[in-house]
């Protein structure tokens, strides 16, 4: 018997792909903060605040691999390294700034939900995600 919904699993592998990249808050917090345009490495991880270097050096690679992000080292003592959005990742801004707007307005009202379900199942503190703080930030 055939399931009733098939999925195609090239357009599932292409969304998670795509979702595993832009979906997490480092990524989200450093592209719509090179949007504006280059920024050395530095200067993004001030404007990004919280993210380690690793992290920031990390995020910066992937983006870098998946074609959002271009990555300019000059030849100068210290080295200085820049970074600017590419035509793709220009293109990502529109909706990763859209969720990131939504997140803002919406993280209380989420965290909310939350405690009202936890609270309602006695789920309290047993949830998949402990974020209802960072939702409040």
């Not at 990524?27 to 919280?50: C, D, H, I, N, Q």
């Given at each position: 018997?055939?399931?009733?919904?098939q999925h195609?699993?090239?357009?599932c592998?292409?969304?998670?792909?795509?979702l595993n990249?832009?979906?997490?808050?480092?990524t989200v917090?450093?592209v719509?903060?090179l949007?504006?345009?280059r920024?050395r490495?530095?200067?993004?991880?001030?404007?990004?605040?919280g993210?380690?270097?690793?992290?920031?050096t990390?995020?910066l690679?992937?983006?870098?691999?998946?074609?959002f992000v271009v990555?300019?080292?000059?030849?100068t003592?210290?080295?200085?390294?820049?970074?600017?959005l590419?035509d793709l990742?220009?293109?990502?801004?529109?909706?990763?700034?859209a969720l990131?707007?939504?997140a803002?307005?919406?993280?209380?009202?989420?965290?909310?939900a939350?405690?009202r379900?936890?609270?309602?199942?006695g789920?309290?503190?047993?949830?998949?995600?402990?974020?209802?703080e960072?939702?409040?930030l």
């Amino acid at each position: 018997m055939k399931p009733r919904h098939q999925h195609l699993s090239e357009d599932c592998r292409a969304v998670s792909g795509v979702l595993n990249r832009v979906g997490d808050k480092w990524t989200v917090l450093v592209v719509t903060k090179l949007g504006p345009g280059r920024m050395r490495f530095s200067e993004l991880r001030g404007a990004v605040g919280g993210i380690s270097q690793k992290m920031l050096t990390a995020t910066l690679r992937g983006l870098e691999r998946d074609g959002f992000v271009v990555r300019e080292q000059f030849p100068t003592i210290p080295p200085r390294v820049e970074y600017e959005l590419t035509d793709l990742g220009r293109e990502l801004l529109e909706p990763v700034t859209a969720l990131a707007e939504w997140a803002r307005r919406n993280g209380e009202r989420v965290a909310r939900a939350r405690e009202r379900f936890d609270k309602a199942t006695g789920n309290v503190g047993k949830g998949d995600w402990d974020e209802a703080e960072e939702l409040r930030l």
